[in-house]
T-cell receptor, first 112, second 114 residues
Framework: KNEVEQSPQNLTAQEGEFITINCSYS?????LHWLQQHPGGGIVSLFM???GKKKHGRLIATINIQEKHSSLHITASHPRDSAVYIC??????????????FGTGTRLQVFP | EAQVTQNPRYLITVTGKKLTVTCSQN?????MSWYRQDPGLGLRQIYY???????DKGDVPEGYKVSRKEKRNFPLILESPSPNQTSLYFC?????????????FGPGTRLTVL
């Protein structure tokens, strides 16, 4: 079993729909990253969070440390949101490592 | 412009021929890292460096070497490439530590080993 699981693996939506992508992890963490990989291959960092909720434009990321779960929400989805969304976790500080553990990604396609 | 650059972007080589993929960042970041991405396996960390002369293994370090002699550069060295190292490689950098800050990724290097 992977230490970081994402669901769904693939997601299609109509423009305007509300999207939720989930990330569950089985290890302790100090932080979690959400990344976006565009169809051309480039990767950008969307959020880094260790508690609570962050919002940037139409994107909202939440994390529940007790439940070991994070969600990425996209409101009013648009075809340009079509990408692979990847979550990655960092082990806690007392493990003395800055290694990242990645989920395998969620491929989102938004149709007009 | 703040950026992470990788060279080359595309490389086709043969088994056993040593190669180096360069990575450079102009943001004075402490943390740098190399990842490989394979279909069905996602991103996996190869090596990372928390500062000059400090490097640590990621999940898949076998067959790779790195060095961090200067803060801005973090080359990835394949001493004797093999076909199972055919992959898409990304370099990334972060200010401080990834536990607190976002990562900046390079454009990727697509490597094919014949």
């Amino acid at each position: 079993k992977n230490e970081v699981e994402q669901s769904p693996q693939n997601l299609t939506a109509q423009e305007g729909e509300f999207i939720t992508i989930n990330c569950s992890y089985s290890v302790g963490i100090s932080a979690l990253h959400w990344l976006q990989q565009h169809p051309g291959g480039g990767i950008v960092s969307l959020f880094m969070l260790s508690s609570g909720k962050k919002k940037h434009g139409r994107l909202i990321a939440t994390i529940n440390i007790q439940e070991k779960h994070s969600s990425l929400h996209i409101t009013a989805s648009h075809p340009r949101d079509s990408a692979v969304y990847i979550c990655a976790v960092i082990p806690p500080w007392f493990e003395d490592t800055d290694k990242l553990i990645f989920g395998t990604g969620t491929r989102l396609q938004v149709f007009p | 412009e703040a950026q992470v650059t990788q060279n080359p972007r595309y490389l086709i080589t043969v088994t056993g021929k040593k190669l180096t993929v360069t990575c450079s960042q102009n943001m004075n970041h402490e943390y740098m890292s190399w990842y490989r991405q394979d279909p069905g396996l996602g991103l996996r960390q190869i090596y990372y460096s928390m500062n000059v002369e400090v490097t640590d293994k990621g999940d898949v370090p076998e067959g790779y070497k790195v060095s961090r002699k200067e803060k801005r550069n973090f080359p990835l060295i394949l001493e004797s490439p093999s076909p199972n190292q055919t992959s898409l490689y990304f370099c990334a950098s972060t200010k401080g530590t990834v536990s607190y800050n976002e990562q900046f990724f390079g454009p990727g290097t697509r490597l094919t080993v014949l």
